[in-house]
């Protein structure tokens, strides 16, 4: 089975090219840290100005040698940024495309239900990338560090005012994932869901749309619920055309595409 839409560009992140000494010595200084700090603090110990250090700081974070989270809300104003130090062993997902794709065909082959061992495999690693972080109050912002996160991660994600539609016009692993669907795709909604089921204070439910057009995957958060507790498809208001129309197969029993005919080829047999 192969994926006709091509979906997601691969995961693009910058060149890590060698450290100038001034930055090298913020990142010095930001492993030094007992906690994550937010550029202003960081300044006061490295004794440079704060943009200079903000600017360094975000290029660690690009460089996958940083991470960076919200503050928790304080009064009026957006909360500062607060980064912390990648452990040296630590590095972006990219970097590890061709070991996942060993894992995928691994999964694919030997395991008796491969979508909820792909789901597992994705929560755990979303509880790992969240550990240690406190939830918010409220769900906007909740939903903003999830997509820092995915950011962080390599899926580049465009997101409506409200942060409950989502474009994902990069993955990590798209060359992976139009072979293996099922496993990655589970993967990175199981990821998702244990993130911001972790950032949340409130449960919101999402649903992830593999290869959902030409060039990206689509994310809605917050979809909301019917009587009885089930997500309600698409996550709009009632009568609201739904991107979700029919499930697929192929391990992908929860994951609904907008017409799983243009994306995987031949008709699904019948149960």
Same mark, same amino acid.
């Given at each position: 089975m192969t994926v006709e839409n091509n979906g997601p560009f691969p995961g693009s992140g910058a060149r890590r090219v060698p450290l100038s000494r001034q930055r090298a010595a913020v990142l010095q200084y930001l492993r030094g840290q007992s906690g994550p700090v937010t550029a202003t603090a960081l300044a006061q110990v490295c004794a440079l100005h704060v943009n200079t250090v903000r600017e360094h700081l *975000?290029?660690?974070? +690009? *460089?996958? &040698?940083?991470?960076?989270e919200r503050s928790a809300p304080a009064g009026?104003?957006?909360?500062?940024?607060?980064?912390? !130090?990648?452990?040296?062993? /630590?590095s972006p997902a990219r970097e590890y495309a061709g070991l996942a794709a060993v894992? !995928?065909?691994r999964i694919a082959r030997t395991s008796a239900d491969p979508r909820? *061992? !792909? &789901?597992?495999?994705? /929560? *755990?690693w979303g509880r790992v990338l969240t550990a240690g972080q406190e939830p918010?109050?409220?769900p906007r912002q909740a939903r903003g560090r999830l997509l820092d996160l995915l950011g962080e991660i390599g899926f580049a994600p465009e997101a409506d005012a409200e942060a409950r539609r989502v474009r994902l016009p990069r993955c990590p692993f798209v060359e992976t994932?139009? /072979?293996h669907p099922g496993?990655?795709?589970?993967?990175h909604e199981g990821l998702a869901r244990a993130a911001l089921a972790a950032l949340s204070e409130n449960?919101? +439910?999402?649903? &992830? &749309?593999?290869f959902a057009e030409p060039g990206a995957c689509r994310l809605h958060l917050d979809t909301g619920t019917v009587t009885g507790g089930r997500p309600r498809p698409g996550g709009g208001e009632p009568g609201e055309a739904s991107w979700l129309t029919q499930p697929t197969r192929y391990g992908l029993a929860e994951v609904r595409l907008p017409d799983p005919f243009a994306v995987f080829p031949g008709r699904p047999d019948s149960p």
């Open positions: *975000d290029a660690l974070v +690009e *460089d996958g &040698l940083a991470a960076r009026r104003g957006r909360p500062a940024w607060r980064y912390r !130090a990648r452990p040296p062993q /630590e894992l !995928a065909a909820a *061992d !792909a &789901l597992a495999a994705g /929560e *755990d918010s109050a409220d994932a139009r /072979e496993v990655v795709c589970g993967v449960p919101q +439910e999402i649903e &992830l &749309l593999p």
